[in-house]
């Protein structure tokens, strides 16, 4: 696997997003907004530039909707993530997950942060 930088909170939840299927903005802007309490809410501006990125980084391609249930899901644009977002996502939980384990560890971080 290739080697990753440490992803920004947007990209890490837009591929987490994405992970558990295909999905178009306002949906992938729930999800975000769902998985993190309400702690993170992404406005329209910082949701489609991360979209792009991801898009032009070859993470996340843009697909033909599902048979539209709506008129206005029609005009709705759908992401999905691909096999090497999929690494970078994964390469990402287990970047956080070695820091976690450090952190639970050292003996400077209080007993009740490390269970």
Not at 41 to 60: E, F, K, N, P, S
Not at 81 to 93: H, I, M, N, S
Request: proline share 4%; net charge positive; hydrophobic share 40%.
């Amino acid at each position: 696997m290739a080697a990753y930088q440490p992803l920004t909170p947007a990209v890490f939840h837009v591929l987490l997003a994405l992970a558990e299927g295909d999905k178009h903005g306002y949906a992938i802007m729930k999800s975000v907004e769902e998985h993190t309490g309400g702690t993170l809410r992404m406005g329209a501006g910082t949701l489609y530039g991360t979209l792009q990125r991801l898009t032009d980084a070859g993470w996340v391609l843009e697909v033909t909707p599902p048979q539209a249930l709506s008129v206005r899901d029609e005009k709705r644009r759908f992401y999905r993530l691909t096999t090497d977002g999929r690494q970078a996502l994964g390469a990402e939980v287990k970047r956080l997950e070695d820091l976690v384990r450090l952190a639970r560890r050292s003996r400077g971080v209080p007993k009740a942060a490390r269970h």
